[in-house]
């Protein structure tokens, strides 16, 4: 799954990480609490995916589920036994400042049978719990101070549902929300309960799954009446791999290379 991984942080976290969440605040793929739609024009709280594959009942499906996390990073100085928050300090030579960051969640399930999906879909929750941790900057004359990293709670949900269409068929659906209750309304508070570029990777054991963007013939009317909601799945792997598929906020196209000379 490293090459996901690479696609990921080349085409779709790379474009959050430089925005200051008030200037961008509803960036591709970014997914805020269904509270804060009225208030920042009806940002997007949730997203599906719906793919085709090519599988029995007993093959499986594992579904990860990938957002960054906004973090607040705080700067503080030690004097005097306390410590006093500052813009920037400099320790031995190495400059830090406050600001933000982003950090990377995921949850993740696997093993799941397409013919148990058709009878009953399986949730799975996100439950990032607010919190904070610090790491002590140490100087030539002991402690000089700290960098506090705080972050809000997140929560989510991910359902996961399949529906046989014909013999070794299947319709894979997952659908993903922020339930975050969200007690701010200003834009730089709604984004740190934002799942930042969430995106789906679903891998089949034993399946293959079917190009939306290039589909068998007999398939096409089937691929077309799939329903992507916000996101866009994609085969990923190499050349004619057909066993996972990468649903993000993007169009891409199948089998993406991310090398240097591939543009995105």
Partial sequence: MDHVRRIAQAVLYERHLPWPPDRHPWAPGGLHPPAAGGAHAGGPWQMQTQCLVEAGPADTVDVHV???????????????????????????GTRHRAGQEAREREEAVSGLEL??????PRVMEIDVPADQEAM???????????????????????????????????????????????????????????????????????????????????????????RNIGTWPVLVGRAGERHTMLSAPIVLHDHLDVSPRQPV
């Fill in 66 to 92: 990938r957002f960054l996390h906004v973090i607040t990073r705080e700067v503080a100085r030690a004097r005097g036994g306390e410590l006093e928050p500052v813009a920037e300090l400099s320790v031995d």
């Fill in 115 to 120: 013919g148990r999906l058709a009878g009953a």
């Fill in 136 to 226: 002590w900057l140490i100087g030539a004359d002991g402690p000089a101070g700290a960098v506090l990293r705080g972050w809000e709670e997140l929560r989510g949900r991910v359902e996961v549902r399949a529906e046989p269409l014909r013999a070794r068929l299947f319709r894979l659906t997952v659908r993903v929300a922020n339930t975050t209750a969200c007690r701010g309304a200003a834009r730089a508070e709604v984004w740190k309960h934002t799942l930042v570029s969430a995106h789906s990777v679903v891998h089949t054991r034993g399946g293959r799954f079917v190009s939306l963007l290039d589909p068998p013939e007999k398939l096409r009317p089937l691929a077309e009446g799939c």
